[in-house]
């Protein structure tokens, strides 16, 4: 048997790999991708979600009708006011939601329903609806005139970030477990104010390329597509229900006791 010297020990010590270590550093780094993935779909998904509901384009011809007495500047200016205030107004909603559902005792699962109700109310409503009386319209577009800072309302509340944006954004308080799902989700946030300031400060070129029955066309698919996620949100939430481990607890000695 071969004596084991100092030398031969430091030997056999490195060339024998740390289990702790030769297993510990892909487990690190597997969690640090899951991480990054997570960080990354939180992002994409609160751009799918909300885009849809905010619809810069569908709200592009209403923006040039109350601002059509401004100047450029003044109406860029209005439009960036408008886009702070709504990242304001939701990333409130997404801090305070927590709050909120506590004080109010309401769960996630029936955040999940109500919200995606209510999405889904505001989805076929948009898809199924008939065209607006222009009377109507233009006594809407003549009392916003008549204000002289339309940039909170009716810009960024209801226009921008309405009821079906405020509860899919109470929503995404299910999803953020961690400091970094709050800042994924602000950051898409604020990139669908992006996407929506860049939107409407082209909103007259983009109007006269896809003309009135484009935009009608495209709000039909808009509201398709949000009343999809409405009820994703309401199946989500009735699967969030029937999973919940006291209700399967319930059920089974309901059943055992029979």
Known sequence: MRELTGANLVSATEETPNPRVATGRPLRETAAMNHASHFWELILGTIVALL???????AAPTFLAITERDSPVRRNQ??????FYMVGILVSFLIGGTFIMGFFGISIP???????????GIGSGMLMAAPRDPAQNQKEHEAARAKRDIAFSPLAMPMLSGPGAIAVTLGFTSLATHWLDYAAIILGIALVAIITYATLRLSGKIVLVIGLNGMTALTKVMGFLILCVGIQFVVNGVLGIATDPALIKAIRDAALQH
Not at 78 to 83: G, H, I, K, N, V
Request: a positive charge; one cysteine or more; proline letters at 8%.
């Open 110 to 120: 029936g955040l999940r329903i109500a919200g995606g109700l209510l999405v889904a």
């Open 52 to 58: 849809p509901l905010i619809n810069p384009l569908a």
């Open 78 to 83: 209005q439009l960036r006011a408008a886009c």
